[in-house]
């Protein structure tokens, strides 16, 4: 975990001059640095984690969690009709270079916090993009994963998946969003003036960076593109910043340095030489850093990475980061218990491999017994895969005496006469039995009817809602706890159940933490989705 208010203020300054396209903060700012170090992958579950690397990492065929298809391919535009001649990869790294504009680091302010979406009426925040990447992101908000979390994935995401090979900026969870409106000061196009504020190594870089990709359009900037960009497939009238606009590449730099092409886009050769914001960025200090940008494409893309990596880590004074969200080798997907009808655990879900080979799932009952002679096969069903490469999911089902019950797994996959256990970095992948919501039994309906059923001693249900915020396309995720009452007997079990009408914005991610108490212990089933109101197959 990374506390912001552990930055050293000596670490290295980041000035941040405006621009048209992404209207870049002009004051200096101190950014948070992590320096590169080892990550040990996650203990199972981790919901933070859990969630951001199934969007990042599962991103086609089964299980897809959607997220990457607004830009597949990188120059679709999901907001709208193709011929606006906007693009939506361009658009999520443009919000989130005014969300963190504004930043104030000596008072532990801004940064990414999700303000903007209470501040896309502002004059600042001009065109489109706002107000679109708002609205997408909103459905995949939740209890755990915040719309500043789902900014810096779709910059990371963005980044990733309009390179070859993917270029991957470190992406880490756990920001919180603002309730209101943060600081103005994201700068107009005319604001330009300061030297002091253009001749920036790390201001130059992270213009270049951001200006690899998309256009700047007459229809949010007529000061800087003429009516005359308008056509019948450009209706938004874009001019792009070089002539790859969906590819991340090093090209807006050889093109500006070579005058040829789009030289940099309409930032730098517009006729209103009020607004060549870019060019006064780039050639403040005669042109040096951008010629140290063009030395190579690896030197480019690693220095993107960097600049990228400071601005999506600069967050709000006591927010603590995740570490870098790395792809899982193996990973459970969909694990869950339920009751059949003699009242024995039916336990079920998915291992997610890279490869498709042979897989069993052993476990030990709920007094912690057990050996690998408790175990099922795990026999692949579908395929799925995205940025970093094929997934395969290989599906299990068993039933355990409900007298003896799990307390755990531990998944075993043999390659080539040789069987690999994977035990949650030597924890196990622990569950427990107590009290568990029975999802076949639980539903949440388009109207917010909650039926909320388990099979426990003594339960509340904690409900995760998405709720609608004046002022905002984004949710606020609010609780609400119901206590459940018994309702029937099930072998070894009592049922429980509780019934309530909630207000939510995305039935599909609201959530309940199901608590059962007894005189001894606490058990928490936390993070269900209810049936009918969530993926089918996820986390």
């Excluded at 003699?342 to 336990?347: N, P, S």
């Excluded at 706890?481 to 079990?493: I, K, M, R, T």
């Amino acid at each position: 975990m990374v506390p912001i208010n552990s930055l050293d203020k000596a670490s290295s300054a980041l000035w941040l001059p405006p621009n048209i396209t992404m209207c870049l903060f002009f004051a200096p700012l101190v950014l948070l640095w992590i320096s590169s170090r080892l990550v040990i992958a996650y203990v199972w579950p981790d919901h933070v984690m859990d969630e951001l690397e199934h969007l990042l990492v599962d991103t086609q065929g089964f299980n897809d969690g959607t997220f990457k298809r607004a830009i597949t391919p990188c120059s679709n535009y999901v907001s709208g009709a193709q011929n606006l001649g906007r693009e939506t990869a361009a658009q999520w790294i443009r919000v989130s270079f005014h969300d963190f504009a504004t930043a104030n680091v000596a008072e532990g302010t801004g940064g990414l916090d999700a303000s903007i979406q209470f501040e896309t009426d502002r004059a600042e925040n001009s065109g489109a993009a706002m107000n679109d990447s708002m609205a997408f992101f909103a459905p995949f908000a939740n209890a755990y994963v915040s719309m500043a979390d789902l900014m810096a994935l779709s910059v990371v995401i963005s980044i990733a998946g309009c390179s070859d090979p993917p270029l991957v900026v470190p992406l880490r969870g756990g920001r919180i969003d603002a309730t209101e409106g943060g600081a103005t000061g994201v700068p107009e196009p005319e604001t330009l003036r300061s030297v002091a504020s253009v001749n920036n190594p790390p201001a130059k870089t992270l213009t270049a960076c951001g200006h690899s990709m998309g256009s700047v359009h007459h229809a949010g900037f007529p000061q800087v593109v003429n009516e005359s960009a308008i056509t019948p497939d450009n209706l938004g009238g874009g001019i792009h910043f070089d002539a790859t606009p969906d590819v991340f590449d090093d090209l807006v730099v050889h093109e500006y340095l070579n005058w040829q092409g789009q030289k940099g886009g309409a930032l730098v050769t517009t006729e209103n030489v009020t607004v060549r914001s870019d060019l006064r960025i780039y050639a403040a200090d005669s042109n040096a850093t951008m010629q140290q940008l063009a030395a190579s494409p690896e030197y480019f893309k690693q220095s993107c990475v960097e600049v990228f990596g400071r601005m999506l880590d600069t967050v709000p004074a006591g927010v603590q980061l995740t570490d870098a969200v790395q792809p899982l080798d193996v990973k459970p997907v969909n694990v869950s218990l339920t009751l059949d009808s003699q009242g024995d655990i039916l336990f079920s879900g998915y291992v997610r491999f890279s490869q498709a080979s042979a897989v069993s799932v052993s476990w030990l009952s709920r007094n912690g017994s057990g050996d690998t002679s408790q175990n099922v096969g795990a026999h692949v069903l579908l395929r799925g895969g995205g940025i970093f490469g094929q997934t395969f999911y290989h599906g299990f089902s068993a039933s355990i005496p409900g007298a003896s019950g799990i307390s755990a797994f531990i998944i075993h996959i043999r390659e080539n006469g040789t069987v690999q256990t994977f035990d949650n970095a030597g924890q196990m992948y622990a569950l427990q039995d107590v009290g568990f919501l029975l999802s076949d039994r639980s539903t949440l309906d388009e109207d917010g009817n909650v039926l909320t059923s388990a099979g426990v001693i003594n339960v509340s249900a904690n409900l995760a809602i998405p709720t609608r915020v004046i002022g905002s396309l984004g949710p606020r995720i609010n609780h609400e706890e119901v206590d459940l009452a018994s309702n029937a007997e099930l072998g070894a079990y009592t049922l429980y159940s509780g019934a309530m009408g909630v207000n939510t914005m995305r039935v599909e991610q609201t959530t309940v933490d199901l608590v059962t108490r007894t005189e001894q212990h606490t058990y928490v089933d936390e993070f269900r989705r209810f049936n009918g109101g969530g993926r089918a197959i996820g986390l």
